[in-house]
C-alpha cells in the first residue's frame, strides 16, 4: 500500500516516514501543498497524510482540490491544532479522520489502517483468480497445496496481477505504484520480482502464470 505524506516540518517527516516502512507502508514524502498535489495527480496511492500548515498550499487546500475533482481518495489530516472547530472543518472538507499533534506511533498506524480500511471494504480481503488465493489482511499467497507469506513488493505486484487478470501491466506502471513517482529503481528490478513470484507460484502448483509480452509488460494467466 502506497501512501504520500505531506509534511513540511522534516525531522517529522523522516521519524514518520521510517515508522510507516518498517510497518510495510510504502511511502513518497513531500513538503508542501505544491507538490503534494503533483504527486496525487498520478493516481498511485491509497491513502494521504497531509499537514495542514504547510507552505504554498496548506492541507486543507490540497484536500478541497482533492475532493472537487472527484477523488475519494483516503485523506489524514495531521495538525498541531485541537480546536473543535478546525476538527469539524476538516472534517467538513472532505477529510476521512483527524489527529492532533503530538500523537503516538500506535495510534497513526491504527487511524490509517482505519481509514484505509474503510475505503477498500467494498472489495473482498482476498483476491482469487484459477487455484491462486491472494489474502490482502495477511499478505498470505495459497493454493490447495500450501500457503506462502509474501514480502511486501511481491505482495503488491501480485495483487496488481490478480486484480486485473489477462491485462498487460507495463513495467512502468509497476515502477510508479510499487517504487514511487520519483524512485531511481531500474525497470530490471521488475524482472527480478516477476522471478520470484513466478517461483513462489511454480511452488505451490498454481494453475496460473505469469506471462511476458516482449517490450509491453505482463499479465497473469489461468493454464488451460
Known amino acids: 500500500m502506497r501512501l504520500l505524506l505531506a509534511e513540511d516540518e522534516r525531522s517529522l517527516s523522516r521519524a514518520v516516514t521510517v515508522l510507516l516502512r518498517k510497518n510495510h507502508y510504502e511511502v513518497d514524502p513531500v513538503y508542501d501543498g505544491e507538490e503534494a498535489l503533483d504527486y496525487l495527480s498520478t493516481g498511485n496511492y491509497d491513502g494521504a497524510i497531509l499537514d495542514i500548515m504547510m507552505p504554498k498550499a496548506d492541507g486543507m487546500e490540497v484536500l478541497r482540490r482533492l475532493r472537487a475533482g472527484g477523488s475519494r481518495l483516503p485523506v489524514l489530516l495531521l ?5 473543535v472547530e478546525d476538527k469539524v ?12 499533534k503530538p500523537f503516538a506511533a500506535q495510534e497513526l498506524l491504527a487511524r490509517i489502517r482505519t481509514m484505509t480500511r474503510d475505503h477498500t471494504a467494498q472489495a473482498t480481503s482476498r483476491l482469487q483468480v484459477g487455484n491462486v488465493t491472494l489474502d490482502r489482511a495477511t499478505f498470505q499467497l495459497s493454493t490447495p497445496t500450501g500457503s506462502l507469506q509474501l514480502a511486501n513488493k511481491e505482495f503488491q505486484m501480485l495483487e496488481m496481477l490478480l486484480s486485473n487478470p489477462r491485462q ?17 529503481a531500474d ?24 506471462q511476458a509480452r516482449r517490450n509491453v509488460g505482463y499479465c497473469l ?3 488451460p
Open 79 to 83: 495538525t498541531a491544532k485541537g480546536e
Open 89 to 100: 472543518l476538516g472534517l467538513d472538507s472532505g477529510a476521512n479522520d483527524y489527529l492532533t
Open 168 to 184: 498487460v501491466l507495463s513495467k512502468e506502471r509497476f515502477l510508479e505504484k510499487i517504487w514511487g513517482y520519483d524512485s531511481e
Open 187 to 210: 525497470s530490471s528490478v521488475v524482472w527480478v520480482y516477476i522471478s520470484y513470484l513466478r517461483k513462489k507460484l511454480a511452488a505451490l502448483h498454481a494453475n496460473v502464470r505469469i
Open 221 to 223: 494467466e489461468e493454464l
